[in-house]
């Protein structure tokens, strides 16, 4: 099965700095990217889907990198109520694999 | 907003039983999935469906079978359950067709554990 990797972190950040992490893909014809949230014992939440061009919600901006088979997240200003774990999705015709997840904790 | 609901939260049941753990979406996805989220390993697929009575194995479908009889309702057999299958079970249901229609909604998760 075609592999998405992440950093298991944890990333541990003061509040109000800008995080970024990434998201690697094995399969170079995946199509489809998406980045997901999941806070402890819930279940995982769509945050945003990533675009060729980039996307970006308010503090969030997702970005994919064909070249280099990654796609990333950035956060800005980043609060407490980020942490939680965030999960990458992507693949293609072939099916979407989750990444395990990069856990990220804000710290006051 | 799409509602995916599973019929139990928590479950505790006894090595051996038989255990039923039901799926339904409302939103008429086609496609239709069983993961298993254990620490340390994420999410693992088990079972997919991209249609009523089509099924697909994940990548770990031993010890499971599922069930797709209507469009809205996915269910997932543990058909002789054993302590190794104590975990979270997380049902998800998507639009077939390509990004970014195939984004998947899950339902809250059915903490199964097996004694």
């Known amino acids: 099965r075609k592999e998405v990797e992440q950093d298991p972190g944890p990333f541990n950040v003061p509040e109000g700095a800008t995080v970024a992490f990434n998201c690697t893909y094995s399969?170079?014809?995946?199509?489809?990217f998406f980045w997901y949230r999941q806070d402890c014992r819930k279940e995982p939440k769509l945050l945003m889907s990533?675009?060729?061009s980039g996307n970006e919600d308010g503090r969030f901006t997702a970005q994919l990198n064909r070249a280099s088979q990654y796609i990333s997240l950035l956060i800005r200003d980043s609060k407490l109520s980020d942490s939680a774990t965030y999960l990458c999705?992507?693949?293609?015709?072939?099916?979407?694999?989750f990444g395990k997840g990069t856990h990220l904790i804000i710290q006051p | 907003d799409v509602k995916v609901t599973q019929s139990s939260r928590y479950l505790v049941k006894r090595t051996g039983e038989k255990v039923f753990l039901e799926c339904v979406q409302d939103m008429d996805h086609e496609n239709m999935f069983w993961y298993r989220q254990d620490p340390g390993l994420g999410l693992r697929l088990i079972y997919f469906s991209y249609d009523v009575k089509m099924k697909e194995k994940g990548d770990i479908p031993e010890g499971y079978s599922v069930s797709r009889e209507k469009k809205e309702r996915f269910s997932l057999i543990l058909e002789s359950a054993s302590t190794n299958q104590t975990s979270m079970y997380l049902c998800a249901s998507s639009l077939a067709g390509g990004h970014p229609y195939n984004e998947q909604f899950f339902g809250p998760g059915t903490r199964l554990t097996v004694l």
């Open positions: 999705l992507g693949g293609g015709a072939d099916g979407l694999t």
């Open positions: 990533v675009y060729s």
């Open positions: 399969n170079s014809a995946s199509q489809s």
